[in-house]
């Protein structure tokens, strides 16, 4: 058998387009995060090839090829190919410098490894430098038979972006159109507990969860497990199974002074706010936004006390730019109130925020922590839900929505009920999350495009000069676009539409169009 390691590719010219596929492959596998907003790394991510030969003489044996694992290594990913001509075939797995890590055999041409997940069949946990070994088993080659394999090793540093798509390569489903999702549950690796087969209260497993939301009918759900990253080598697995449902990472950093989750991180993140390992809450986000990920500060009209330290927001707010979402409807809160609406709210936090012209989404999420929860103490899996246009079903199309803004909240509308809001100025135009440039006294035309309602309210509601909002409610009556105009005074920085039942119960909330004065 011949070996070689190289940096970087250096394929013979039979093998391009072999290079091609791979390529492509593993940009869908460990490629930096799209999104504009949050650029990679300074560090770029490094790779090496080794490639070979597998005789005859190989069979029936295993090949063990040694290669060189760099400091400071968070993820290491392998893809492999082998010419399989003539019912050769060549099973995979690998050792790190203190043991066995994993074995796929046959079944996979691709795996990961990170401190905090692996792909089915091999063992998650820290990436130690020095020499490591792919093992090439091969259990059948024929005489006269040569057997050209290639394997290219990537290895991501700590802190660079996290894998495009986490759980999933390629989207789930294609075409633009509005997904609805559960952005904050809970499963037993940390505080979710269900039912046993024999009635006991159980840490619950995850798919439970997972099985959940699939019945609910929802595109994507993330769980977001107390601080810890242990729940995604088993997520990883069942997104496999669960090919309808997006299954994004999540994490709720949760702090004695507040509580916020991140999206799109797998990587160990700092959360003792106020120790040497987390002295501010910049620190925090500095680790999220390196990794590519999104914040959303959780429930922050809850009370924070001895009942549950740190569940409302009392931390000083950092600059608003590196937040990306609010949780404006919280399960937990909304089945204790009965509404959206009330002193556990999650809206004037947000209005607060907007008033200052931030630019934050709002989103919610159950935080559910039992998947049996129908009518009881909790809000059941996806409700409420958030639900955001992309275009396509995907983590990075669903993270990039969410910054977009594109995003209403559904607190319990009818199935298939939503809200879109256009708000015009002379022949300036923008949509739900954009902005418009406005003049003085410049007046606006709101309209808003309602399905699924056939009766309640449309309400627009204005903001920022400094006063309660201002609302302006229009009956639906069965029309798929109700239409008002506004308008403007100094100091406006937003207008959002929301529809109320024709009990005044909100049922959906818009995020809003941004007015630059």
């Given at each position: 058998?011949?070996?070689?390691?190289?940096?970087?590719?250096?394929?013979?010219?039979?093998?391009?387009?072999?290079?091609?596929?791979?390529?492509?492959?593993?940009?869908?596998?460990?490629?930096?995060?799209?999104?504009?907003?949050?650029?990679?790394?300074?560090?770029?991510?490094?790779?090496?090839?080794?490639?070979?030969?597998?005789?005859?003489?190989?069979?029936?044996?295993?090949?063990?090829?040694?290669?060189?694992?760099?400091?400071?290594?968070?993820?290491?990913?392998?893809?492999?190919?082998?010419?399989?001509?003539?019912?050769?075939?060549?099973?995979?797995?690998?050792?790190?410098?203190?043991?066995?890590?994993?074995?796929?055999?046959?079944?996979?041409?691709?795996?990961?490894?990170?401190?905090?997940?692996?792909?089915?069949?091999?063992?998650?946990?820290?990436?130690?430098?020095?020499?490591?070994?792919?093992?090439?088993?091969?259990?059948?080659?024929?005489?006269?038979?040569?057997?050209?394999?290639?394997?290219?090793?990537?290895?991501?540093?700590?802190?660079?972006?996290?894998?495009?798509?986490?759980?999933?390569?390629?989207?789930?489903?294609?075409?633009?159109?509005?997904?609805?999702?559960?952005?904050?549950?809970?499963?037993?690796?940390?505080?979710?507990?269900?039912?046993?087969?024999?009635?006991?209260?159980?840490?619950?497993?995850?798919?439970?969860?997972?099985?959940?939301?699939?019945?609910?009918?929802?595109?994507?759900?993330?769980?977001?497990?107390?601080?810890?990253?242990?729940?995604?080598?088993?997520?990883?697995?069942?997104?496999?199974?669960?090919?309808?449902?997006?299954?994004?990472?999540?994490?709720?950093?949760?702090?004695?002074?507040?509580?916020?989750?991140?999206?799109?991180v797998t990587s160990p993140l700092p959360f003792q706010l106020g120790s040497p390992r987390a002295p501010t809450?910049?620190?925090?986000?500095?680790?999220?936004?390196?990794?590519?990920?999104?914040?959303?500060?959780?429930?922050?009209?809850?009370?924070?006390?001895?009942?549950?330290?740190?569940?409302?927001?009392?931390?000083?707010?950092?600059?608003?730019?590196?937040i990306t979402a609010v949780e404006i409807a919280n399960g937990g809160g909304v089945k204790m109130m009965g509404?959206?609406?009330?002193?556990?709210?999650?809206?004037?936090?947000?209005?607060?925020?907007?008033?200052?012209?931030?630019?934050?989404?709002?989103?919610?999420?159950?935080?559910?922590?039992?998947?049996?929860?129908?009518?009881?103490?909790?809000?059941?899996?996806?409700?409420?839900?958030?639900?955001?246009?992309?275009?396509?079903?995907?983590?990075?199309?669903?993270?990039?929505?969410?910054?977009?803004?594109?995003?209403?909240?559904?607190?319990?509308?009818?199935?298939?009920?939503?809200?879109?809001?256009?708000?015009?100025?002379?022949?300036?135009?923008?949509?739900?999350?954009?902005?418009?440039?406005?003049?003085?006294?410049?007046?606006?035309?709101?309209?808003?495009?309602?399905?699924?309602?056939?009766?309640?309210?449309?309400?627009?509601?204005?903001?920022?000069?400094?006063?309660?909002?201002?609302?302006?409610?229009?009956?639906?009556?069965?029309?798929?676009?109700?239409?008002?105009?506004?308008?403007?005074?100094?100091?406006?920085?937003?207008?959002?539409?929301?529809?109320?039942?024709?009990?005044?119960?909100?049922?959906l909330i818009g995020n809003p169009v941004y007015l630059q004065n």
């Amino acid at each position: 058998m011949i070996q070689r390691q190289t940096d970087g590719w250096g394929l013979r010219p039979r093998a391009g387009a072999l290079l091609l596929g791979l390529l492509c492959l593993m940009g869908s596998q460990v490629g930096a995060h799209a999104a504009p907003s949050h650029p990679p790394a300074a560090a770029s991510p490094r790779q090496i090839e080794l490639s070979g030969v597998i005789t005859h003489e190989n069979h029936e044996t295993y090949v063990e090829v040694p290669f060189s694992v760099p400091e400071d290594t968070e993820r290491l990913t392998v893809t492999f190919e082998y010419d399989r001509e003539s019912r050769t075939v060549i099973d995979l797995g690998i050792r790190d410098p203190n043991g066995f890590r994993g074995w796929s055999g046959g079944n996979r041409s691709t795996f990961t490894l990170a401190t905090s997940d692996a792909t089915s069949a091999y063992i998650p946990g820290r990436i130690p430098p020095g020499e490591w070994r792919l093992i090439l088993g091969v259990p059948n080659i024929r005489k006269g038979v040569e057997a050209r394999w290639r394997a290219r090793v990537q290895f991501d540093p700590a802190g660079a972006p996290s894998p495009r798509s986490a759980f999933q390569d390629g989207p789930i489903r294609t075409g633009p159109g509005w997904y609805r999702g559960d952005l904050h549950t809970h499963s037993g690796h940390s505080d979710g507990s269900c039912a046993s087969l024999s009635g006991r209260r159980v840490p619950c497993p995850v798919f439970r969860t997972l099985e959940a939301a699939r019945t609910a009918g929802l595109d994507f759900i993330a769980l977001t497990e107390h601080n810890t990253p242990s729940v995604y080598p088993e997520l990883r697995a069942l997104q496999a199974y669960y090919d309808t449902l997006l299954v994004l990472p999540g994490r709720e950093v949760t702090t004695f002074r507040g509580h916020a989750n991140v999206f799109g991180v797998t990587s160990p993140l700092p959360f003792q706010l106020g120790s040497p390992r987390a002295p501010t809450l910049d620190a925090v986000l500095d680790a999220v936004a390196s990794a590519g990920g999104i914040v959303s500060i959780n429930h922050p009209g809850m009370p924070s006390g001895e009942l549950c330290m740190g569940c409302g927001w009392v931390a000083p707010l950092p600059d608003c730019s590196r937040i990306t979402a609010v949780e404006i409807a919280n399960g937990g809160g909304v089945k204790m109130m009965g509404s959206a609406e009330g002193p556990l709210s999650g809206l004037p936090f947000w209005e607060a925020l907007l008033d200052r012209g931030c630019h934050v989404t709002g989103i919610a999420g159950s935080d559910n922590h039992d998947p049996d929860a129908k009518d009881g103490g909790q809000s059941p899996v996806g409700r409420p839900a958030t639900v955001v246009y992309a275009p396509e079903l995907s983590q990075p199309a669903i993270l990039e929505g969410l910054r977009r803004g594109r995003v209403f909240v559904d607190i319990g509308a009818p199935a298939g009920a939503s809200i879109d809001l256009t708000v015009s100025s002379g022949k300036a135009k923008a949509g739900m999350g954009g902005s418009l440039q406005l003049r003085g006294g410049a007046s606006l035309k709101m309209s808003a495009a309602v399905s699924g309602l056939p009766e309640g309210t449309v309400e627009f509601v204005s903001g920022g000069n400094g006063k309660p909002p201002n609302r302006m409610q229009i009956p639906v009556r069965g029309r798929p676009e109700v239409a008002a105009e506004l308008r403007s005074t100094p100091g406006l920085k937003w207008v959002r539409a929301d529809i109320r039942g024709p009990d005044g119960r909100l049922l959906l909330i818009g995020n809003p169009v941004y007015l630059q004065n």
